[in-house]
């Protein structure tokens, strides 16, 4: 309705400038035009059509005289929409005439900043400390103004600013701030998108995998239950195929993947379309299929470029050297390892990306001494972060070039270090890195070793720690009857041991080191069972905490009513008696 009288209005306003028709009336008819249209707009952004909400939002101010009291908020609007659709350039001279008209306005040149400090984040990759700073300065003026939706703004910028540094702890305290500042404005428009910066957090940083699963699940559970906001519920599906990936469900990925693209094409996001293809990209790397990846890769590093955003577009050309590499296509390599150095700035991912793509290239050409410091300066940086997979992958390189060096002690080192991380992440990660200089370059050495998520992860490292001690009786049921039907000691010495059940138990007794006895398979729990093959028993706050560990993420998605622990290896099998885990799945449970 808005648009369509927003429209005819501003016609008419159009016509009557032509023909110098009542200067007065004539601006007077332009206001109620740029209101219509601002309406419109800001149902727009609700709705999640940021291409609509910029359009309008746009059309709208340039009806408006300089000194009009509904100038500022439309100028704001328009920004936001701008920068969320990705389209940098066309949000620009909104800022400029906003920070214009904030002079003598504390209120206004805290959001000026706070965008400000957006646009840096998103064009200008070597000033992103700035843009953290200046996005905090906002924050806490606007907090003392008790402007919450320009709080929780300025908050969500700050925690953007403090990704891309690679602070990613940090970024989930500021989400968290936000939260609390959109709540309490009781702006339901921003609580979903603070909301949808937190499955990339969770991602990146060092959450493990299945904590990190749950994080975008509970966002999409969220989002059903409030704004439905499809831009959120793409970028954590994004996120959640990543996630799949790293547990070495590609299939699952992919669908995820593909389920996200229709949904922001459908939008017209631009940057949300060119994010997906960048995740698209990673994926197929991990899946150890670069060809695959190679066109994912290129539309992501050309679009970004397009749409200025720098940083990203400099990820995005450091995984393209990477799939390059892979192929073998050394000359291709180094040129987008040159754009990805250059694009860096302050983005450590962006740079440890760059920097282990430019040490495998010096590698394969021959310079061992030049690749082992590019690669030592990759895992420096590194170092500075809470990236896990970046950080285990800047191993993996100095890993692979000490390899080449014939540095075997160094190389082992790399390993182990790179096999914590992944571990930490609870990322199922295949190694595998000669022990020796036998090979004919590092793209060969990379291509068995370019961090391919593997159902079954590398035996040789240490168990993967637990990230809490919530017990519970589910807890100490599947715990336990996983040592007891695999007959080894129990991994964690804070299981439960000597467990009693009001049903029949289990395991009687299933201390580390001691033996477990097992009881008929008809007196097995459902309670238990249901918590060991069913993940969906983690919404229902029924999860064990090896699956909450990430030690077992493979088991079956379903449960047919009739089940019983059959056989003398203890498999779980359904009423016709076909297996429920898969054969890898078995193998992480020591099945076979």
Same mark, same amino acid.
């Given at each position: 309705?808005?648009?369509?009288?927003?429209?005819?209005?501003?016609?008419?306003?159009?016509?009557?400038?032509?023909?110098?028709?009542?200067?007065?009336?004539?601006?007077?008819?332009?206001?109620?035009?740029?209101?219509?249209?601002?309406?419109?707009?800001?149902?727009?952004?609700?709705?999640?059509?940021?291409?609509?909400?910029?359009?309008?939002?746009?059309?709208?101010?340039?009806?408006?005289?300089?000194?009009? !009291?509904?100038?500022? *908020?439309?100028?704001?609007?328009?920004?936001?929409?701008?920068?969320?659709?990705?389209?940098?350039?066309?949000?620009?001279?909104?800022?400029?005439?906003?920070?214009?008209?904030?002079?003598?306005?504390?209120?206004?040149?805290?959001? $000026?900043?706070?965008?400000?400090?957006?646009?840096?984040?998103?064009?200008?990759?070597?000033?992103?400390?700035?843009?953290?700073?200046?996005?905090?300065?906002?924050?806490?003026?606007?907090?003392?103004?008790?402007?919450?939706?320009?709080?929780?703004? $300025?908050?969500?910028?700050?925690?953007?600013?403090?990704?891309?540094?690679?602070?990613?702890?940090?970024?989930?305290?500021?989400?968290?701030?936000?939260?609390?500042?959109?709540?309490?404005?009781?702006?339901?428009?921003?609580?979903?998108?603070?909301?949808?910066?937190?499955?990339?957090?969770?991602?990146?940083?060092?959450?493990?995998?299945?904590?990190?699963?749950?994080?975008?699940?509970?966002?999409?559970?969220?989002?059903?239950?409030?704004?439905?906001?499809?831009?959120?519920?793409?970028?954590?599906?994004?996120?959640?195929?990543?996630?799949?990936?790293?547990?070495?469900?590609?299939?699952?990925?992919?669908?995820?993947?593909?389920?996200?693209?229709?949904?922001?094409?459908?939008?017209?996001?631009? #940057?949300?379309?060119?994010?997906?293809?960048?995740?698209?990209?990673?994926?197929?790397?991990?899946?150890? #299929?670069?060809?695959?990846?190679?066109?994912?890769?290129?539309?992501?590093?050309?679009?970004?470029?397009?749409?200025?955003?720098?940083?990203?577009?400099?990820?995005?050309?450091?995984?393209?050297?990477?799939?390059?590499?892979?192929?073998?296509?050394?000359?291709?390599?180094?040129?987008?390892?040159?754009?990805?150095?250059?694009?860096?700035?302050?983005?450590?991912?962006?740079?440890?990306?760059?920097?282990?793509?430019?040490?495998?290239?010096?590698?394969?050409?021959?310079?061992?001494?030049?690749?082992?410091?590019?690669?030592?300066?990759?895992?420096?940086?590194?170092?500075?972060?809470?990236?896990?997979? *970046?950080?285990?992958?800047?191993?993996?390189?100095?890993?692979?070039?000490?390899?080449?060096?014939?540095?075997?002690?160094?190389?082992?080192?790399?390993?182990?270090?790179?096999?914590?991380?992944?571990?930490?992440?609870?990322?199922?990660?295949?190694?595998?890195?000669?022990?020796?200089?036998?090979?004919?370059?590092?793209?060969?050495?990379?291509?068995?070793?370019?961090?391919? /998520?593997?159902?079954?992860?590398?035996?040789?490292?240490?168990? !993967?720690?637990?990230?809490?001690?919530?017990?519970?009786?589910?807890?100490?049921?599947?715990?336990?009857?996983?040592?007891?039907?695999?007959?080894?000691?129990?991994?964690?010495?804070?299981?439960?041991? *000597?467990?009693?059940?009001?049903?029949?138990?289990?395991? /009687?007794?299933?201390?580390?080191?001691?033996?477990?006895?097992?009881?008929?398979?008809?007196?097995?729990?459902?309670?238990?069972?249901?918590?060991?093959?069913?993940?969906?028993?983690?919404?229902?706050?029924?999860?064990?905490?090896?699956?909450?560990?990430?030690?077992?993420?493979?088991?079956?998605?379903?449960?047919?009513?009739?089940?019983?622990?059959?056989?003398?290896?203890?498999?779980?099998?359904?009423? *016709?008696?076909?297996?429920?885990?898969?054969?890898?799945?078995?193998?992480?449970?020591?099945?076979?």
């Amino acid at each position: 309705h808005e648009v369509t009288v927003g429209y005819h209005l501003e016609s008419a306003h159009d016509l009557r400038m032509q023909l110098n028709i009542s200067v007065e009336e004539t601006a007077e008819i332009g206001v109620l035009a740029a209101k219509a249209l601002g309406t419109a707009a800001q149902r727009a952004l609700g709705r999640d059509d940021v291409a609509a909400a910029s359009s309008l939002a746009a059309r709208a101010v340039k009806l408006l005289d300089p000194d009009s !009291p509904d100038l500022p *908020d439309l100028l704001m609007l328009g920004c936001e929409a701008f920068f969320a659709l990705g389209d940098v350039s066309a949000g620009v001279p909104l800022l400029e005439q906003l920070e214009d008209l904030a002079d003598d306005d504390e209120r206004l040149a805290s959001w $000026a900043r706070a965008l400000r400090a957006q646009l840096c984040t998103l064009t200008e990759p070597d000033r992103l400390v700035e843009a953290e700073a200046a996005a905090a300065a906002a924050a806490r003026a606007l907090a003392a103004l008790d402007d919450r939706t320009g709080e929780a703004n $300025a908050r969500l910028v700050r925690a953007g600013a403090l990704a891309r540094l690679g602070h990613i702890g940090e970024c989930e305290a500021e989400l968290d701030r936000a939260l609390t500042a959109a709540r309490a404005a009781g702006d339901g428009r921003r609580v979903a998108t603070v909301l949808g910066a937190a499955p990339v957090a969770a991602l990146w940083g060092p959450s493990p995998v299945p904590r990190a699963s749950g994080r975008c699940l509970d966002v999409l559970r969220l989002l059903r239950l409030t704004t439905g906001s499809p831009r959120v519920a793409a970028t954590a599906t994004r996120c959640q195929a990543v996630l799949e990936a790293l547990r070495g469900r590609f299939d699952a990925a992919r669908d995820m993947l593909a389920e996200a693209h229709s949904s922001v094409e459908k939008l017209g996001d631009r #940057h949300g379309l060119l994010e997906t293809q960048l995740y698209w990209g990673i994926v197929e790397l991990l899946a150890g #299929h670069p060809e695959a990846a190679e066109p994912h890769l290129r539309a992501a590093y050309g679009g970004l470029g397009r749409l200025g955003i720098g940083a990203d577009a400099g990820q995005a050309a450091a995984h393209l050297s990477r799939a390059l590499l892979l192929q073998r296509r050394l000359e291709e390599a180094a040129d987008l390892a040159d754009d990805s150095e250059a694009l860096a700035g302050q983005n450590p991912q962006t740079i440890i990306a760059a920097k282990t793509a430019r040490a495998d290239l010096l590698a394969a050409t021959g310079d061992l001494e030049e690749a082992q410091r590019v690669a030592d300066q990759a895992v420096a940086v590194a170092e500075g972060t809470d990236i896990l997979i *970046d950080h285990a992958n800047a191993n993996l390189a100095l890993a692979r070039v000490r390899s080449l060096a014939g540095d075997a002690e160094g190389t082992r080192k790399a390993v182990d270090a790179a096999h914590r991380l992944f571990t930490a992440k609870g990322a199922s990660i295949n190694i595998e890195i000669p022990e020796s200089p036998g090979v004919t370059s590092a793209s060969d050495t990379a291509s068995n070793s370019t961090a391919a /998520a593997s159902v079954v992860a590398s035996p040789e490292g240490p168990a !993967p720690q637990r990230n809490d001690e919530v017990q519970n009786r589910t807890d100490a049921l599947a715990s336990n009857h996983l040592e007891a039907v695999n007959d080894r000691p129990a991994p964690h010495e804070s299981l439960h041991s *000597d467990v009693e059940l009001e049903r029949p138990p289990v395991v /009687a007794s299933a201390r580390p080191g001691g033996e477990a006895s097992r009881t008929p398979p008809e007196a097995v729990d459902r309670l238990m069972v249901d918590a060991l093959t069913n993940p969906a028993s983690q919404l229902a706050n029924r999860a064990h905490t090896c699956h909450r560990d990430g030690r077992w993420p493979l088991m079956s998605a379903s449960l047919a009513p009739d089940v019983h622990v059959v056989g003398p290896s203890g498999e779980l099998v359904a009423a *016709d008696r076909k297996p429920l885990l898969d054969p890898a799945a078995a193998r992480m449970l020591g099945f076979g």
